[in-house]
C-alpha cells in the first residue's frame, strides 16, 4: 500500500525498528518518516548479523533508495542527530521538519532534576517533557531557527504529500508502544505525549485518510521500563527461567517482563485499528522457532500466533523469529507466499 503507519501496541520495545527495516526492503518503501518523541525512544537493526542502535534516525536507513525524514512533531537533539548522520553515512539522505523542536541543555538538566519525572514517571532524562512543555508555551525553539540544522530543513509534510501523488510508498516510523500513550496509557507512568497511530500521521503532516494501514507491533511478550502497571508481570525468577531477561536500548536498565496480555492488547487494536498485526520475539517463545519458515514453527508457536488472532480478530502478517531482518515470515498474501521465511 502506498502510506503505511507503525506504531507498537505495549509498552514499546516491540521491535517496532526491526519491522520498519524489513517492510523498507521488502515492500521497497521511497519515503521513511519517523514520528512520535526523540532521541528517548531507541530502535535497534540488525542486518546480516550487524547491529544499528538509533535514537533519532528511521530504521528504515537500511534500504539504500529510501529517502529519510523527521516530522515537525518529533523532538530533536542536534548532537544525536549529527553523530548517527556521521556514523550511518546519511548526508545528502535525510531531513528535518523546520517545524519540529530542538531540545536543548536546559530540558534535559530539567528532566534530571525532577525526583516526579525520574522516580514516579520513569523517565529516561532525554529532556522530551520539559520541550515539549516549552513547546506548549510558545517558547520551544525549532528546527527552523536552528542554524546548524539549516541544511536539512525541508517541509516534510509536503514531501510526504507530493510522494503520495506521485503514487510512492510512504512509511511512518512511530516510536514508544501504546500503553505509554499519554492520553490512552498507565498515566501518570507515561511519556509526555500520544503514541497512537492517529498522532503519527499528524507528526508527520498527513491526513487520516491518506493512511491506508496500521500495523500493530506486538512482541510474544510484553516488558516497560520504569514504574507503572505491567498486566501478568513475571518474577526475576521467571524471567530467567523462560530467558526472557532485556535491557533498554537507551539507558541499558533492565526491563520488567510480563506474559501476553490479550486484554491491554484488544485496547490497542480498537484505538489504532491496525490491518494487521506483526509479532515479534517468537525465538524467545520458543527457541526452536528460530529462523525457521512457517510451516516448520514449533507447535507452541503456532498455537500462540491463533490464540493472538481469535483473541485480537486480525490477522498476524509478520512473524519474526530472531534479531536480524531476514528472519522474518511474511504472511500478508499480497506480498509474499505464506509459507516463505525471509532468511
Known sequence: MPSTVVVGGQWGDEAKGKVCSYLAGRDQIDLSIRAGLGPGAGHTVVQDGVEFRLRQTPAAFVRPDCRLALGAGTLISPAVFFEEVERLGLTGRITIDGRATVIEEQH??????????????????????????DRALRTARLVRDTPQLAPYVADVAALANEALDRGERVLVEGTNGFGLSVLYGTYPHTVSKDST???????????????????????????????????????????????????????????RVGAFDLES????????????????????????????????????????????????????????????????????????DPEVSVR
Request: glycine share 8%.
Open 108 to 133: 534535559r538538566q530539567a528532566d534530571a532534576s525532577s525526583n516526579f519525572l525520574r522516580t514516579v514517571v520513569g523517565s529516561t532524562g532525554s529532556g522530551h517533557g520539559p520541550c515539549l512543555a
Open 265 to 336: 492488547a484488544s485496547t490497542a487494536v480498537m484505538l489504532n485499528d491496525p490491518a494487521y498485526i506483526a509479532l515479534t520475539c517468537l525465538d524467545r517463545l520458543d527457541p526452536a522457532a528460530a529462523g525457521v519458515p512457517y510451516g516448520r514453527l514449533p507447535s507452541t508457536v503456532r498455537r500462540f500466533v491463533d490464540q493472538v488472532e481469535d483473541g485480537l480478530q486480525r490477522p498476524v502478517g509478520l512473524l519474526s523469529t530472531g534479531p536480524d531482518i531476514r528472519a522474518t515470515i511474511d504472511r500478508r498474501g499480497s506480498v509474499a
Open 197 to 255: 497511530a492517529s498522532t503519527a500521521a499528524a507528526d508527520v503532516g498527513l491526513a487520516p485518510t491518506r493512511i491506508n494501514e496500521v500495523v500493530l507491533v506486538f512482541k510474544a511478550y510484553a516488558t516497560r521500563v520504569g514504574p507503572g502497571d505491567l498486566p501478568r508481570e513475571l518474577s526475576s525468577e521467571e524471567i530467567h527461567e523462560r530467558n526472557w531477561q532485556e535491557v533498554a536500548t537507551v539507558t541499558g536498565r533492565p526491563r
